[in-house]
């Protein structure tokens, strides 16, 4: 009866179609196309359909509790699919993956016993195995009665990117995600990170360099780098030296080919000057940060955690900006954070309009299994709403108006992807705007200047220069 299970495990476990659909951050999406890049090595074929897969892949986020509601609604759909396809004796197999894995865990079969895996963020690399035991679990007899599920919520970084594949296969170009660092230590009381992606680890440096080097042999003219907080990178570069993150930069704006380097997210506390001055030495690196705030009330941020001030946050700012003038930021702020009052939510709009910001997106706060501040007085939800609609219009006016401060520019763009309409393409300018101008496909992948026509809300339309 063995035997009869290890051969039908074996010829019934490749050749299998599988979706993914992935909620959150970049980080997320890059997991995503990792966790893609070892179905395909085990023989599986990628569908954009949900209905005709095998192998259905939720990739979770947990950060607000909207994102863990879209999942189970998203699984309701799936049962269906799962039951249609049992009908005709095709059976599919359901695993949901990343954050809201790692913070339910089994709980998840409960609330949705569809579901046959739940691998937490560190534990993709067993993705194929666990597929293996579940299909085996299928085919025995023995076990066919009873529904075993698998559950990996192994928290380690370390393990998880030195047995992902060293090869890079599904490339976004022409830019490219690299994640170099996972997991916080900051412990912010309301986010959920340090308990879902773990403790801070840094990536080699050595493994990170082979992998930009392999993504630009690819036709990668972007390395964008990610962590949940990237400033604190400190990885081993040889067994007795550490790489800074400042270091890293360097490192890879050194690799021939690499035209633009961007990174996020940003803590302010590990800003430091090098890093700073590295942004006018090094000219791949883009002038732009996504430098988070969450709040504009001291007061606020001190409940938070965040281990800075509005006046030291300001400081760095005015700091970066004299280095360097041109360098354009982005934010995230939180509203109706437990025991927000009105002054400190005036405090965040001023804040807003004192950096006047690129762009920046607004959250309403949401309380957080485990984290300190879920268990403090909440503010109501009608306060959040009101508090993230001012707010919000706030931040769109200081972006149209840099937009618009855009216009009669020439702007270096790296044209990135077609547009909706002929001879259209979508490209971005060193600010990370979004530009539509008229091109031939082949400039895709290239730098090109662009003088700048119109800008508008949330992207500016120009014209190639000569
Ligand atoms: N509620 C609302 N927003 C949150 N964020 C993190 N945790 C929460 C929460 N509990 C926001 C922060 C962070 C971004 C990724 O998500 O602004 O920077
Ligand atoms: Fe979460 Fe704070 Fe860490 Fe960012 S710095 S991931 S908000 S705990």
């Not at 179905?39 to 939720?58: C, F």
């Not at 997991?183 to 801070?200: I, L, M, N």
């Not at 883009?286 to 009330?297: D, N, V, Y």
């Not at 909440?378 to 009101?386: F, G, L, M, N, V």
Request: glycine content about 6%.
């Amino acid at each position: 009866m063995l035997s009869i299970c290890f051969i039908s495990k074996a010829l019934m476990s490749r050749n299998k179609k599988f979706f993914i659909k992935t909620y959150g951050c970049q980080m997320n999406s890059y997991d995503s196309d990792r966790i893609a890049e070892i179905l395909l090595l085990a023989g599986h074929i990628k569908t954009s359909l949900p209905e005709d897969a095998d192998i259905v892949v939720i990739n979770t986020c947990n950060v607000r509790e909207k994102a863990q509601e879209k999942l189970f609604s998203d699984l309701g759909r799936i049962a269906l699919i799962k039951a249609k396809a049992a009908e005709k004796g095709r059976s599919v197999i359901i695993l949901v993956v990343g954050c809201v894995a790692q913070a339910l865990g089994k709980e998840i079969f409960a609330r949705a016993d569809c579901v046959d895996i739940v691998l937490g963020p560190q534990a993709y690399q067993n993705i194929q195995k666990s597929i293996e035991e579940v299909i085996s679990q299928k085919q025995c007899p023995e076990v066919k009665m009873q529904k075993n599920f698998i559950v990996d919520t192994t928290m380690s970084a370390e393990d998880k990117f030195k047995l992902l594949p060293r090869n890079r296969t599904l490339v976004k170009l022409p830019s490219a995600f690299i994640s170099i660092q996972e997991g916080c230590d900051k412990f912010c009381t309301y986010c959920s990170v340090p308990y879902t992606r773990g403790r801070e680890y840094s990536r080699p440096t050595s493994e990170i360099i082979s992998e930009a080097n392999q993504l630009v042999s690819s036709g990668a003219r972007e390395i964008f780098l990610l962590g949940q907080n990237v400033s604190a990178y400190n990885g081993k570069y040889s067994s007795s030296a550490v790489c800074s993150f400042t270091e890293l930069l360097f490192l890879i704006s050194s690799i021939k080919g690499v035209e633009r380097i961007r990174y996020t997210t940003s803590h302010p506390c590990d800003i430091t000057t090098e890093l700073m001055k590295a942004h006018k030495e090094i000219s791949s690196l883009m002038p732009f940060i996504h430098l988070p705030a969450q709040s504009g009330s001291d007061i606020i941020l001190k409940k938070m955690n965040r281990g800075y001030s509005r006046s030291q946050y300001i400081k760095i700012i005015n700091e970066f900006r004299k280095i360097l003038p041109n360098i354009a930021f982005s934010s995230d702020f939180i509203v109706g954070f437990p025991g927000e009052t009105e002054t400190d939510f005036e405090a965040t709009c001023a804040l807003v309009d004192e950096v006047s910001y690129a762009q920046a997106y607004s959250f309403k706060y949401s309380p957080r299994p485990q984290t300190p501040s879920s268990k403090w007085d909440q503010i109501d939800e009608q306060t959040k709403i009101r508090r993230l609609a001012v707010l919000q219009e706030i931040i769109n006016k200081h972006q149209l108006h840099y937009n618009q401060s855009m216009e009669g520019k020439e702007l270096l763009v790296l044209i990135e992807k077609e547009g909706r309409y002929e001879n259209q393409v979508i490209g971005k300018t060193e600010y990370m705007q979004s530009v539509h101008l008229s091109a031939p496909k082949n400039f895709i992948g290239k730098v090109f200047p662009v003088k700048i026509s119109r800008g508008f809300q949330n992207s500016l339309s120009g014209k190639l220069v000569g």
